[in-house]
């Protein structure tokens, strides 16, 4: 017998909807909570870093719509054979999110000259670039997004696919017929046709799809030696400093291929999607840096013990990620004044909101931020800071003494330590 689980999000499909599509084809019993827009205000502060879907099990509770699926997935067997193909899904799911997030902006826009001029820039840059790519994707892949089978990633593409339309008002994917059948394959399935079926239609009906609770044993991850690998990124730490780190934690060869900004231009069509960093090995490429942290944290016994310890450390990983997203702008704006503004927002809004929940979690974890010990998630916090002071000219971490000591932690690791004496010095 399995625990219960509980789903909350908006009374729409959104980013929710890929774990109901999950929870329907393993026939996983859960709880379809939906809660009112004009409700949200007051159930903000109940979610962990104030936002949906979360998932509770067991009296615990996550956040992170992306790792929910992964979890999910695991669950209902639609995930990789191995470390590296559930790495290449990653890396394909988080380049779809990554549409999601240009996708998003267009929604909340309220000036409609502005929504226009985002909309054509949305179909022309986006779409134009995003959608040729992944539609090669799956003509290689016999007529799926990755591995040549049904994977979760197909599910959230059919899933988040349905807003291109719905943001345009035109059947994207009408130049697409590869992408169009993933959809049209995922949603035919039996299950899934069923909640579809049966998914409450309004904001008020209050029908729950409950099955028979189907599970699996899932397999142990073994450290091996690891085979060659070549990063490839920017001549500066970013987003590609935790990989480094976690290759220099487990003593992992691998080629640190820095590239200038110059240069940028001409390599960026022959990465998979336009991005850095990407992880060459055994002559396959992938990019998204948080695949490939995850990817190698289980190379080097950073990630949880077990799929609901993952699915925590994902959720802390993906907070912080959101963390970053909202630093981005601020460094691209190149006017002094609306920096200055964004500038204030960051510290006021976003630090001020995140670091207090970030700062009590890991003083519940004992001076780590998921698990009460030592985690990738660890890792990518303390890479990630260190933009906070450079961003702001600050020591953001002044009045948190918790996460201050996370950083301190990870960069006293005597692997670690030798890597920051050792590292390029150019561009740091």
Known sequence: MAPQYKLTYFDVGGTAE???????????????????????????DKTPFGALPTLEHNGKVVGQSVAIARYLAKKVKLVGDDDWENLEIDAIVDTINDIRLKVFPIFMEKDEAKKKALIETLKNDTFGFYLPRLEAEVQKNKGYLVLG????????????????????????????????????????????KKWIEIRPKSHTKKDIAKTQYYTHNIRPIFFQMAPQYKLTYFDFPGIAETCRYLFSYGGIEFEDVRIKRENWAQLKDKTPFGVLPTLEHNGKVVGQSLAINRYLAKKVKLAGDNEWENLEVDATADTLNDIRLKIIPVFMEQDDAKKKALLETVKKDTFGYYLPRLEAQVQKNKGHLALGRLTWADFYFATLSP???????EDVLASYPNLKGVREKVNALPAIKKWLESRPKSGH
């Open 18 to 44: 890929v774990s109901r599509y999950l929870f329907s084809y393993g026939g996983i019993e859960f709880e379809d909570v939906r809660i009112k827009r004009e409700n949200w205000a007051q159930l903000k």
């Open 387 to 393: 933009v906070f002071d450079l961003l702001t000219g």
């Open 149 to 192: 089978r049904l994977t979760w990633a197909d599910f959230y593409f059919t899933t988040l696919s349905p807003m291109f339309d719905l943001i345009t008002g035109e059947d994207v994917l009408a130049s697409y017929p590869n992408l169009k059948g993933v959809k049209e394959k995922v949603n035919a399935l039996p299950v899934i």
